[in-house]
C-alpha cells in the first residue's frame, strides 16, 4: 500500500485492516499515516512499515514510495517506480507510475 492509509483519522486505521482479506500488507508512509508506528507492525497488522520498499518479482524491480522521485536505485538499469500522493495530476516516464485511486479512475475509467 503506498501510504495515506489513515487520511479518514486514526480510528479508522484498524478498521479499515480489519476489512481486507490480505494476510500481508506492507505500508509505505503517506503524509496522513502519522498516527501509523512501529507498533502497528509489531501487533501484525501490517507486515512492514517504511518509507521506501524495493521489490523484485522474477525479472521485474520495484521501487515504491508515497511520493514521486525523479531519481531512484537503479533507475537507469530498468528499475521501475510505483508512487501515489498526487491524485493522478503528475507526468510519468516509462519507468514509474501514479498508483492512486485517482490515477486508475483517469487510466481505466473506474476506481480499481
Not at 538499469?77 to 514509474?96: I, L, N, P, R
Amino acid at each position: 500500500h503506498n501510504g495515506d492509509w489513515s487520511f479518514a483519522g486514526a480510528d479508522n486505521i484498524i478498521n479499515f485492516r480489519q476489512r481486507l482479506h490480505c494476510k500481508n500488507i506492507i505500508l509505505m508512509q503517506g503524509n496522513h499515516d502519522l498516527h501509523i508506528n512501529q507498533s502497528f507492525v509489531d501487533r501484525g497488522y501490517f507486515k512492514q512499515y517504511s518509507q521506501i520498499g524495493y521489490f523484485k518479482f522474477g525479472d521485474v524491480e520495484l521501487v515504491t514510495c508515497h511520493f514521486p522521485l525523479s531519481q531512484w536505485y537503479h533507475k537507469s538499469k530498468g528499475v521501475y517506480h510505483a508512487f501515489g500522493h498526487v491524485h493522478g495530476c503528475w507526468e510519468q516516464d516509462d519507468w514509474s507510475l501514479d498508483v492512486g485511486v485517482d490515477n486508475a479512475l483517469k487510466l481505466l475509467g473506474e476506481y480499481r
